[in-house]
């Protein structure tokens, strides 16, 4: 993951500048330092296609290279890319609806009286609000970016984006399935998960800047002399072609991975005891499984120690590679990398502490 | 992008959706069954979409203010701040194209011999009580009960029974012998695990053939304990049709003929 991080800090490097300039050097905890005074290149736009390059380009190789490239290799590609795919639009297509609906239907000023006034406060309350959402991480995205839209702290909408996958009540139904007998895994997935949900929100009070949001998405709420349901149209129409296409970026990313790394490669690490946890890590990124199934998969890597099946379920539902396409896109690339990397590491810490005390 | 484009955009990927989990079974080779309302409402709502998209085009006037905005917008993208509204939509959106169209007329197999020959096998979920096997001969099992049985019955109720069981064919490593499989998955293909039953004294059938095999289990070690090798010694090996639900450990229905 350190290794996917850097290099993702380096090639976007010179292409984030023109829309942080250069006041980004202060960097939440440690994320790597990518767009200082790297003057504007000419090719700002062309990101995507960098990103997707990265994600297609292994594909493309194993199609042409090798022994690796023979047919069963790339069809197996296309059926994960495409199973990923389709195992998301129906949750994205919820949370698009919801954020278009948020955005015509629901006034501002309910998100004020809901929230309270206090944005350290409300960080928590939107973090335990994340319950009421029962999609998977695809939906919560655009909800979250309608939120900041209708006037609530950036600092509680990400605390909601962070908590709504893993602490809904489907999610946490499947993780006692596929822990029977084990309860103690359903409370520290949902303390861990509150918890980083918290943090990321108090940091993002402490150091987040506004300038890293791409403010060109903006959901600019009902407008007199428009039809409500003209706006929510468009608004559905808007983020959901918008996010599908990141989504899939991030779904051909997965799906190299997926076929590219054999499970044997697991067996190597279950040994020591921190670096397993490290390495699930790495694994809930780079396989960007749906939170509601992320349990089953954690209960079936048994050569891990419980810690690190906790650190699979509650880094994976937060970040993963079509999550951050996804928050790329819909965000912008200065602030999804700083922030993908920074929840990446409080999440490990927290899933440490909390498991450490009660598993 | 233009929005009548956004229009087809939508109206494909509806239409690939419905397609694969409405009038064809597609969508079973890609995510679990209990998807399939779900994915019928999101390729309605989607055809919905485009639609009413379409239509909101054929209306003069309006059209082309929207559309004005939109290329207003475009220039706008990555700068930032200057009115960007929904008519925007990045080329990132093209990409959509790829499902739908892969959906409507060149949808990949279900995983196979690939996919199960580099992954670990499922563990075997812990259990202390079996029922009897019926006395039907030979018996249909799953692949799973078969495992847990083999590696967990302490009453040894296999032993000397004659059993039937449904799954495709992985070759073994380096092209020694082969093995039954399974690949079940929990919510959508990414997430396949394999079952494995050894097969012994059958030549190999091609990779990724349905097959169902009858006969006895491959003595080794203590039967009922992890020391049992999942095998079997194979009486016959006969060809069957891939099931609907290929990710499914789903007893095998009728005698092969």
Known sequence: ?359 | MKRPLQAVLLVLSGVGLLHAALLTDLYLRYVNDWMRPLLIASGAVLLLLGAAEAWSLRRPGRSRETDERHHEDHHGDGHGGDGHDHSGVPGVAWLLLLPALSLLFHAPPSLGAYTASRQATKPVVQQDEFDPLPATSPVPLTLRDFTSRVQQDREQALKGRTVRMTGFVTPGERGEGWYLTRLLINCCAADAQSVKVRIHGAPPPPADTWVTVVGTWHAGGTLGTSSAPVALDARTVSKVDRPANAYTDALPLSPPR
């Open chain 1, 1 to 359: 993951m350190r290794q996917a991080e850097e290099r993702a800090g380096e090639s976007y490097g010179s292409v984030a500048a023109p829309a942080v300039d250069d006041e980004a050097s202060a960097d939440a905890d440690g994320a790597p330092a990518d767009a200082d005074g790297v003057p504007a290149g000419g090719w700002p736009r062309h990101w995507p296609l960098l990103l997707l390059g990265a994600a297609v380009l292994p594909g493309t190789v194993l199609f042409v290279v090798g022994r690796w490239g023979d047919e069963p290799a790339v069809q197996a590609w296309r059926t994960v890319c495409l199973s990923i795919t389709v195992q998301a639009l129906p949750f994205l297509l919820l949370g698009t609806a919801l954020s278009g609906a948020i955005n015509a239907f629901v006034p501002a000023r309910v998100f004020t009286r809901v929230l309270p006034r206090n944005p350290s406060l409300a960080v928590p309350v939107a973090g335990a609000a994340g319950a009421v959402l029962p999609g998977c991480e695809c939906a919560s995205v655009p909800v979250a970016n309608s939120l900041i839209g209708r006037g609530v702290t950036p600092a509680a909408a990400f605390a909601f984006l962070l908590s709504a996958p893993a602490i809904n009540p489907v999610v946490l139904a499947t993780t006692a399935i596929a822990f029977p007998g084990s309860p103690e895994m359903v409370l520290a997935r949902l303390l861990a998960s509150l918890a980083t949900a918290s943090a990321m929100g108090w940091l993002w009070l402490w150091l987040g800047r506004e300038k890293w949001l791409r403010p060109a998405v903006r959901h600019t709420g009902h407008r007199p002399g428009r039809s409500r349901w003209t706006e929510f149209r468009l608004g559905f129409q808007h983020d959901f072609l918008h996010a599908g296409g990141f989504v899939i970026v991030g779904a051909m990313a997965a799906a190299t991975f997926n076929v590219a790394v054999p499970d044997s490669v697991l067996g190597v690490f279950s040994d020591s005891p921190w670096l397993s946890v490290l390495f699930l890590a790495a694994l809930a990124v780079l396989l960007s499984v749906c939170s509601e199934a992320d349990a089953f998969l954690a209960a079936s890597l048994t050569g891990f120690s419980p810690l690190a099946r906790l650190t699979f379920m509650v880094v994976g539902p937060m970040v993963d590679l079509k999550l951050i396409a996804l928050q790329a896109g819909t965000f912008g690339r200065a602030f999804a990398i700083r922030f993908s990397a920074a929840t990446a590491v409080v999440a490990v810490l927290c899933s440490v502490l909390i498991g450490g005390t009660l598993l």
